[in-house]
């Protein structure tokens, strides 16, 4: 959408006015032909002409004063705002055949994006190059995260299986994303059987009781801490860089569990938090971290997030593992709430109905409600209109020499007999 800064600047495109009425009004210069009596004894024609003439050197010195009328008035241009989205969305491993492919291409025909099911939402380019495909995909984070970033209006088909094990924890509402579920039965991936786990423990100085209720916790659950081996689990506390030969591309570290960083700035606050079932009080904590919400607060921010880092899962938890921030670690659901994060049952590929895989929908009807989608910001185009002002400029000023050398060297006509 164009716009103007400055609105009394269109006052300056009456200035196109002075070069037609030049062209319209000027006395066009005599041409006196040496040596002959025609001029003198022809009859008397008008003095001015109403005939425009020299059009391109009029359309020219229009069209600059405009540019500069323009750039005056400040003109500016806002893109329009999202318009809701249609996305058709795939789980990664789905493989659609007969009447679910024509579910699908249908669709797409109606004016449905193709995207797949994953992080980040990437276009689906080839149905055939999937991502990797899991049977414990946070399928419920991913659509409350996108129902957070999309315009109100927003629709989704999701096709894919409805195995139980994608849907852990609380099925989620929403309000601007409404979620219908197309079941696709599909094979679920083969299920490698869990390695023993070797975890480690890095903590800064201040982390110490932080550390020792993790340890515990780990104890507690039967896994082997180690200090010189590389672990395949680490719990990072604080600031501390893991050591070199764990973070080799080589290693087999598969999971890292970072709390609150000192650098963050701590928000003292009354909230709580579930885990496994129960509730804990949450006092203090810091903004998310980056990646794919886990888990929420009872104000709905994310204290647990996940990001890949290469083939390592990294953890973000939003707070510290001190009874100064929860009541978590003091409780003897500590150790088996890490049990359950840790060893989920991903085997439990029982279906549940499509109405039960799809979110919640209850549009919010408040006034003032708004996308959390930000506004494109608006572009300045005055530089643009005096570039093209001087531009202008400049071929008006070429021209006008021709026309003018044009004029001079008009022949004459030669003596009347």
Do not use: Y
């Given at each position: 959408?164009?716009?103007?800064?400055?609105?009394?600047?269109?006052?300056?495109?009456?200035?196109?006015?002075?070069?037609?009425?030049?062209?319209?009004?000027?006395?066009?210069?005599?041409?006196?032909?040496?040596?002959?009596?025609?001029?003198?004894?022809?009859?008397?024609?008008?003095?001015?002409?109403?005939?425009?003439?020299?059009?391109?050197?009029?359309?020219?010195?229009?069209?600059?004063?405009?540019?500069?009328?323009?750039?005056?008035?400040?003109?500016?241009?806002?893109?329009?705002?999202?318009?809701?989205?249609?996305?058709?969305?795939?789980?990664?491993?789905?493989?659609?055949?007969?009447?679910?492919?024509?579910?699908?291409?249908?669709?797409?025909?109606?004016?449905?994006?193709?995207?797949?099911?994953?992080?980040?939402?990437p276009k689906v380019v080839n149905r055939e190059s999937?991502?990797?495909?899991?049977?414990?995909?946070?399928?419920?984070?991913?659509?409350?995260?996108?129902?957070?970033?999309?315009?109100?209006?927003?629709?989704?088909?999701?096709?894919?299986?409805?195995?139980?094990?994608?849907?852990?924890?609380?099925?989620?509402?929403?309000?601007r994303l409404r979620v219908q579920w197309h079941d696709?039965?599909?094979?679920?991936?083969?299920?490698?059987?869990?390695?023993?786990?070797?975890?480690?423990?890095?903590?800064?100085?201040?982390?110490?009781?932080?550390?020792?209720?993790?340890?515990?916790?780990?104890?507690?659950?039967?896994?082997?801490?180690?200090?010189?081996?590389?672990?395949?689990?680490?719990?990072?506390?604080?600031?501390?860089?893991?050591?070199?030969?764990?973070?080799?591309?080589?290693?087999?570290?598969?999971?890292?569990?970072?709390?609150?960083?000192?650098?963050?700035?701590?928000?003292?606050?009354?909230?709580?938090?579930?885990?496994?079932?129960?509730?804990?009080?949450?006092?203090?904590?810091?903004?998310?971290?980056?990646?794919?919400?886990?888990?929420?607060?009872?104000?709905?921010?994310?204290?647990?997030?996940?990001?890949?880092?290469?083939?390592?899962?990294?953890?973000?938890?939003?707070?510290?593992?001190?009874?100064?921030?929860?009541?978590?670690?003091?409780?003897?659901?500590?150790?088996?709430?890490?049990?359950?994060?840790?060893?989920?049952?991903?085997?439990?590929?029982?279906?549940?109905?499509?109405?039960?895989?799809?979110?919640?929908?209850?549009?919010?009807?408040?006034?003032?409600?708004?996308?959390?989608?930000?506004?494109?910001?608006?572009?300045?185009?005055?530089?643009?209109?005096w570039l093209v002002g001087a531009a202008l400029f400049?071929?008006?000023?070429?021209?006008?020499?021709?026309?003018?050398?044009?004029?001079?060297?008009?022949?004459?006509?030669?003596?009347?007999?």
């Amino acid at each position: 959408m164009v716009q103007l800064l400055q609105p009394l600047g269109w006052l300056a495109l009456g200035a196109v006015a002075v070069p037609i009425l030049i062209h319209l009004w000027r006395r066009p210069l005599p041409v006196v032909r040496v040596g002959s009596l025609r001029p003198f004894l022809a009859h008397r024609r008008p003095s001015r002409s109403r005939w425009v003439r020299e059009w391109p050197l009029l359309l020219l010195r229009c069209a600059l004063l405009i540019a500069l009328a323009l750039a005056f008035a400040g003109l500016v241009w806002t893109p329009r705002t999202p318009s809701p989205a249609r996305w058709c969305l795939l789980l990664p491993g789905t493989n659609l055949r007969e009447n679910h492919l024509n579910e699908w291409q249908e669709r797409l025909a109606q004016g449905f994006e193709p995207r797949w099911l994953a992080p980040g939402f990437p276009k689906v380019v080839n149905r055939e190059s999937s991502p990797e495909v899991s049977v414990e995909a946070p399928v419920w984070p991913l659509l409350s995260e996108v129902d957070r970033t999309l315009v109100p209006g927003s629709e989704a088909w999701v096709f894919g299986p409805t195995w139980r094990s994608l849907f852990q924890g609380n099925r989620p509402t929403v309000s601007r994303l409404r979620v219908q579920w197309h079941d696709v039965p599909t094979t679920p991936p083969a299920v490698s059987e869990p390695s023993s786990v070797r975890a480690g423990v890095v903590h800064s100085a201040d982390r110490m009781l932080d550390a020792d209720s993790v340890r515990a916790a780990l104890e507690a659950m039967g896994v082997a801490l180690v200090t010189h081996e590389v672990p395949s689990l680490v719990f990072q506390l604080g600031a501390v860089p893991l050591p070199a030969s764990w973070t080799e591309p080589a290693s087999q570290l598969v999971q890292v569990i970072r709390d609150a960083p000192e650098s963050a700035e701590i928000l003292v606050e009354d909230r709580r938090i579930d885990v496994d079932g129960e509730t804990f009080a949450l006092r203090q904590r810091v903004a998310a971290g980056p990646g794919v919400p886990i888990f929420r607060d009872s104000h709905g921010d994310p204290w647990l997030t996940e990001e890949r880092q290469g083939s390592a899962v990294l953890w973000n938890v939003a707070f510290r593992f001190h009874p100064d921030w929860t009541d978590w670690p003091l409780e003897a659901s500590f150790p088996r709430g890490w049990r359950r994060l840790l060893e989920p049952d991903g085997r439990n590929t029982a279906p549940i109905a499509p109405e039960q895989a799809a979110p919640r929908f209850e549009p919010d009807s408040a006034p003032g409600f708004q996308s959390s989608t930000p506004r494109p910001p608006p572009r300045d185009l005055r530089a643009g209109c005096w570039l093209v002002g001087a531009a202008l400029f400049l071929v008006e000023r070429l021209l006008s020499a021709w026309v003018g050398r044009n004029r001079t060297t008009t022949p004459t006509a030669s003596p009347a007999s």
